[in-house]
């Protein structure tokens, strides 16, 4: 039995009240602005170090930023 996890998130939405771009975001906490884009656009779910480190960068909580959704 395979499970399919998304974790539904609301990165763009933080990141423009920060007013960063997916640039900035990318370089602050260690990924391309590829990884970005595609986790805006639900194509893929960081890994949790990731997830953490973009909650803070946005200075926001993790559940604030993303929900686990089957």
Wanted: hydrophobic share 40%.
């Amino acid at each position: 039995m395979g499970w399919i996890v998304m974790l539904k998130n609301e990165l763009k939405v933080l990141r423009t009240k920060c007013d960063m771009t997916q640039e900035e975001l990318a370089e602050r906490v260690g990924c391309t602005r590829q990884t970005i884009h595609s986790i805006e656009k639900n194509r893929y779910s960081p890994s949790l170090v990731l997830a953490f480190r973009i909650a803070a960068a946005l200075d926001v909580s993790i559940t604030d930023l993303f929900q686990y959704e089957e």
